[in-house]
């Protein structure tokens, strides 16, 4: 194809998007508002959906005229965060109405200092217990009934999209008034506003009070830095989750695992790599998107990935994954078990307990029980033989040829832990390492890359792409601060029209919805 006929293409596909908006304004009546409005749990309103475009565009208006009229514009931003919120979990948005109203008004009572600890562990009982009930209530009981030799047929409990993000989110805010980090906010909006915040509320980056509360009510400012790396991010993000992690997921790694034997142990390896790959760029897409979302709207929240796939080691992975998670567990479970302070093997034992809990937070299963304990245990053994055995200082990283083994043995072993992630049960986790060590079959592997040439292709790219300089990060920023709106809306068209090439006609969730 030449430039020409890309342009026009991606010209069509413009004209065609407005014409679309333009039918479906026109179009509107009492179903389809209510559609819009009334929660559908086929149909939540994700990010990567037309759906949700439709409507931020209608929410930048309203959100542009209360620039200037503070409580106005939180109070506007909080009810869009509980309907965003009602759209995925319907009335289940009265949960976090519930931890936010009990939190805020105990953290006063715990900043009064008496009393402290029985508040305390008053809202840890009440953010715990919801998250206990909806998430783990089938998981316990089931392995009680079990050892009792009951057969225990799960309860009906729906799970909340987000809860276990919000719930971090409150308990941190909680503990960081007990410790006295922080004073407690003076108005309830001003905390409700903190908590529900959309684009952070259902899959993360879990934001910290620290960080996001002295953002609250400062003047609305929004840089033309600020836009250009909103919009790189949000583009960032839409490729990697709607181009990347959807295309090879449908396409490639969900045939693999859900027929491990109808392929070979070469195939259900290609199948792993392509599953790690997907797991990352469906997460930080998200987390990219949601960072984007918070800078046009004046935010600025961390980064919760940094090339993850390049770590060297395991401890370098937990620096780089998630990191907004694995901050979280090391300052409110680690630390607050002792951390390193009790000596060598109390610190290995903290480890594994923090690890472990990690683990138990992703999901109600043996499966992410075990692959906390792992991911503890591959973390130790790292600690140990680098700063015991070796004498390394912990933050040392290796160089050349040690650098080049060390991310390929620590990329392969992260592969194998997400076995434990993607099936659903240990049996499919020794169906999937079967294929991989008896049935190889390497002759057919050329045919696989020409059939699926694409997949590999996005795969490849999605590796390469972990390689590149901030530097290059900073020249497409820097171009897109210079090119204004029009170069913006530019690109952000190029990058619908491409998913509209290789999207499927139903809209994939993200992964880390179901956590």
């Keep these: 194809m030449n430039i020409g006929n890309f342009l026009d293409q991606i010209l069509f596909t413009l004209e065609s998007f407005f014409q679309e908006i333009g039918v479906y304004i026109g179009s509107l009546n009492f179903s389809k508002i209510g559609d819009i409005l009334l929660?559908?749990?086929?149909?939540?309103?994700?990010?990567?959906?037309?759906?949700?475009?439709?409507?931020?565009l209608l929410f930048m208006i309203g959100y542009y005229c209360l620039r200037n009229k503070v409580d106005k514009r939180l109070l506007f931003i909080t009810l869009f965060s509980y309907y965003f919120f009602y759209k995925s979990s319907g009335f289940y948005f009265f949960l976090l109405f519930i931890v936010t109203v009990s939190d805020f008004y105990?953290?006063?009572?715990i900043a009064n200092r008496q009393y402290a600890k029985l508040w305390l562990a008053l809202s840890l009982l009440i953010d715990l217990g919801l998250l206990?009930?909806?998430?783990?209530?089938?998981?316990?009981?089931?392995?009680?009934?079990?050892?009792?030799?009951?057969?225990?047929?799960?309860?009906d409990i729906f799970l909340p999209v987000g809860i276990s993000f919000y719930t971090f989110k409150t308990i941190s805010?909680?503990?960081?008034?007990?410790?006295?980090?922080?004073?407690?906010m003076d108005k309830l909006l001003d905390y409700a506003f903190y908590v529900s915040f959309f684009p952070t509320l259902l899959a993360g980056p879990i934001t910290r009070a620290t960080d996001f509360g002295p953002q609250i009510r400062k003047p609305l400012h929004i840089s033309r830095e600020m836009f250009a790396w909103g919009v790189?991010?949000?583009?960032?993000?839409?490729?990697?989750?709607?181009?990347?992690?959807?295309?090879?997921?449908?396409?490639?790694?969900?045939?693999?695992?859900?027929?491990p034997t109808?392929?070979?142990?070469?195939?259900?390896?290609?199948?792993?790599?392509?599953?790690?790959?997907?797991?990352?760029?469906?997460?930080?897409?998200?987390?990219?998107?949601?960072?984007?979302?918070?800078?046009?709207?004046?935010?600025?929240?961390?980064?919760?990935?940094?090339?993850p796939l390049t770590a060297d080691s395991m401890t370098d992975f937990w620096r780089r994954w998630h990191i907004s998670l694995s901050t979280w567990i090391r300052d409110y479970v680690y630390i607050s078990l002792g951390g390193n302070r009790k000596g060598t093997l109390h610190m290995y034992l903290n480890q594994m307990i923090a690890m472990t809990a990690c683990g138990l937070w992703h999901g109600a299963s043996l499966n992410f029980i075990v692959w906390g304990v792992l991911h503890g245990a591959l973390v130790c053994l790292h600690k140990f033989w680098s700063q015991t055995v070796m004498k390394h200082d912990k933050h040392y990283h290796p160089t050349g040829l040690r650098?080049?083994?060390?991310?390929?043995?620590?990329?392969?072993?992260?592969?194998?832990?997400?076995?434990?992630?993607?099936c659903k049960d240990f049996e499919g986790v020794g169906v999937m390492i079967k294929q991989m060590f008896t049935k190889f079959n390497p002759s057919v592997l050329p045919d696989v890359f020409v059939g699926y040439k694409y997949v590999f292709l996005l795969m490849a790219f999605a590796l390469?792409?972990?390689?590149?300089?901030?530097?290059?990060?900073?020249?497409?920023?820097?171009?897109?601060?210079?090119?204004?709106?029009?170069?913006?809306?530019?690109?952000?068209?190029?990058?619908?029209?491409?998913?509209?090439?290789v999207k499927s006609s139903d809209i994939q969730p993200f992964i880390y919805f179901q956590f």
């Design 132 to 155: 206990a009930y909806f998430k783990y209530t089938n998981f316990f009981v089931g392995m009680v009934a079990q050892m009792i030799g009951n057969n225990f047929q799960p309860w």
């Design 232 to 259: 790189f991010f949000i583009i960032t993000g839409l490729f990697k989750k709607a181009v990347i992690s959807d295309y090879i997921s449908q396409n490639f790694v969900d045939r693999i695992f859900d027929n």
């Design 464 to 501: 390469l792409t972990h390689w590149i300089p901030d530097s290059w990060q900073r020249h497409c920023v820097n171009l897109l601060q210079k090119g204004g709106v029009l170069l913006s809306a530019i690109a952000i068209t190029i990058v619908i029209f491409i998913i509209m090439q």
């Design 106 to 109: 105990i953290a006063k009572r």
């Design 173 to 184: 805010y909680v503990v960081d008034v007990y410790r006295g980090k922080i004073q407690p």
């Design 403 to 422: 650098r080049f083994f060390s991310v390929f043995i620590t990329f392969h072993v992260l592969c194998f832990t997400w076995l434990l992630f993607r």
């Design 262 to 307: 109808l392929f070979s142990g070469g195939e259900v390896l290609l199948g792993l790599y392509g599953y790690c790959i997907q797991i990352y760029c469906d997460f930080s897409g998200y987390s990219d998107m949601a960072i984007g979302i918070a800078l046009l709207l004046g935010f600025k929240i961390p980064m919760n990935f940094n090339a």
């Design 39 to 56: 929660y559908n749990q086929r149909e939540p309103l994700l990010f990567s959906s037309g759906a949700f475009l439709f409507i931020f």
